[in-house]
């Protein structure tokens, strides 16, 4: 019999990329490296910097298939006219506890970045808030949203409509449905903050990617071909689909928010969501959506953050089953990376270092210092 | 090689039970009838009248899991002292798009409904609002709520902390955790309302139990026992845990549901959850909450149908895998249920009519209508 758990828990632990093979780099030579890159294609400083911070950030707490990595796409869209790069980002709706952000087509880092802002503000007042955007686009990963509130008290849960699908309904095959992701942040006392971030379906497209460009093959259960059959060669994967997690109860989930994300503020969902890895120009009216809990209007905020502590010190000392070493919580492994790479610095493939010495020259800008 | 989404494409259709060895009773008959046990057990008809219509409206949608059969258990625990029969529920938090509720240790279904009420009112003045519960009790289906705000045009999100604790988390072996279900109630046009209510673990524990009753094998994936290896035999539950839905990610919802529903209120989460199939007397100080989102303060509420009636088309038409008959959407057939049971009557086992009908004689109440 299969240790069907086990599959799972190995699939849970980080890779960690070894510091034989990787290049190390300080965050803030790279965030300045891709705020040249996107200053040079149009950019303003203000807008360059805050869209390098988070991109550098996500590198900084290991989500690499959501940070530099993107820089490149990034930029042949810019290029091809597909991001508008001096956005006039607005409120279009507004009540006490909710507002719709329009975000004339700009970078997706800044557009979601302002409408966290904005619900951290309304929720300072009403105790909840939701801000939701549209004509917005890819913005990384969803944990960097759904922390933000955490500064302040507050919980984040996060909700997107992914760029591509790749999901079919439950017994169907059109892929009408992405890995539309949800995140959530919570605050802690002395423990690390939690924070859930993850795609609806059981690997996102990125790991698929991953897996082919490393000439390894795919663990049984991330996708199905058009036969039923496990697909498991990640250079055939045009020919299946990613599975949802939980079978039917994951298209369900992945159904809600993309609703809740996309079709809530009139952004794209099911058939009308551009593949953004295949077309550089449509702009895609990608949607997200942020409710912000403000813990004050609860109680002492105190009190809350005590108990998640305890929580978190009840499930970390659970028994375990044979072989397993530790329980994780959600964001912890992210947690130490950040600090970790934010004293030895971030480990880059040199592959991936190589493609950003090609675009600075390209772009005529100064390289990532090493 | 194992059909993997064949195995949960079967799980996920719903087992109609057969009207050959089922008994049909009238919604009315079944409503009046649990209005009528709860009366004679302290309640105030207005009180009893509505935890009755709830409970009747779950087996009419076919959750049956969560109605009827769960009256023996209220009564036990009511006589047991475990329950308030006259509860003073009140609101203890308070601010534009939030609230806490305190149910005083009332039936949950008085508790939730009160949440959501307010929360329908406070969402039509602030666009959305956060209503949670604290010393509520076991309050049926999660669907039940997230489909109330629909008939206001407005969206439910629903979270809940389950009453008794089967999950470890993901690696451990201690039980810190429920299935801590999500529901959604999304409005639509002119197709069926969606609505989503799943538990975050592979199958819920009442499946587990049914599975023991109809002395049937669980699938692999229900449960593992204590070394990882798969649990099938569900008389051997006690030997093991449930599996959370996507491993580690159905773990993190579980978790994140726990923190929102049960800690954010001031409920019970983690070691502090009461198990109320073994305890009839210790308040459970269970947590409920809600999310309402009025679709008014996003625009025209038709433009929101109309884009939900065309993406069920879109999904409800997909190409299906080698034999998968149809495709549903979430709450499908439930909404199908709904419709028929409300014609030919609610199908109830035999069995289950024989224990109200012992009741009945119990508490020297009317039987049950049949």
Known sequence: MTQLWAVQYVMSQASLPSANT???????????????????????????????????????????????????????????????VNPHIKVVQDKAAMAVVDGDNGMGHLVVSHAVELAIKKAADAGVAWVGTRNSNHAGPASLYARMPIAHDMIGLYFAVGNANHLP??????????????????????????VLDMATTVAAYGKVKAKAKRGETMPEGWMIDRQGRPLTDPNRADEGFLLPIGGHKGYGLAL??????????GASMGKEVVDFNKDHVTPTNTGQAILVIDLKAFGEPG???????QLVKDLRASERLPGVERVWLPGEQSHAKRLAYAQQGIPLAPVLVADLNALATELNIAALTI
């Open 256 to 265: 809600i928010v993309g609703l809740l994300a996309g079709t809530l503020q």
């Open 303 to 309: 009190f809350f953050k005590g108990a998640v502590d």
């Open 169 to 194: 309904p439950w017994g169907g095959m059109d892929m009408l449905l992405s890995t539309n992701p949800i995140a959530a942040g919570i605050p802690a006392g002395s423990e690390p903050v939690i």
């Open 22 to 84: 990787s290049i190390l780099v300080q965050f803030d030579a790279l965030k300045d490296f891709i705020a040249r890159a996107l200053q040079a294609n149009g950019l303003s400083p203000e807008h360059a910097n805050k869209v390098a911070s988070l991109m550098a950030q996500a590198d900084l707490q290991g989500s690499d298939g959501h940070g530099v990595i993107r820089l490149p796409q990034y930029v042949k869209r810019i290029r091809a006219g597909g991001i508008n």
